[in-house]
Nanobody
């Protein structure tokens, strides 16, 4: 099993940048996909970006060209670099890990970190 701890959220003006970090603890080798999701008030949680174990990445259309997901295996950390932020990017951002351990699939979430973009 794994545990996820997010950091790096905060308040930024439109056009600014933030980098979110997700520290991963536990059975790192069991992870197949790491992702960042977000949930704005009154809206459903949505995928922002993910990265599979082979390194391929996937982005929501709304963040393509502005956000970059990456990982540092030596530090057991996944990052989300967010540039050209917009007020509509305001949300709680959650780190997610999907994998399997002892032949049992799991889907783990961090507690989230708030990102607020002012106009």
């Amino acid at each position: 099993q794994v545990q996820l701890v997010e950091s790096g959220g905060g308040l930024v003006q439109a056009g600014g940048s933030l980098r979110l970090s997700c520290s991963v603890f536990g059975s790192i080798s069991s992870i197949n996909v790491m992702g960042w999701y977000r949930q704005a008030p009154g809206k459903q949680r949505e995928l922002v970006a993910d990265i599979i174990s082979g390194g391929s990445t996937n982005y929501a259309d709304s963040v393509k060209g502005r956000f970059t997901i990456s990982r540092n295996n030596a530090k057991n950390t996944v990052y989300l670099q967010m540039n050209s932020l917009k007020p509509e990017d305001t949300a709680v951002y959650y780190c997610n890990a999907k994998g399997s351990y002892s032949y049992t699939a799991y889907d783990r979430w961090g507690r989230g970190t708030q990102v607020t973009v002012s106009a």
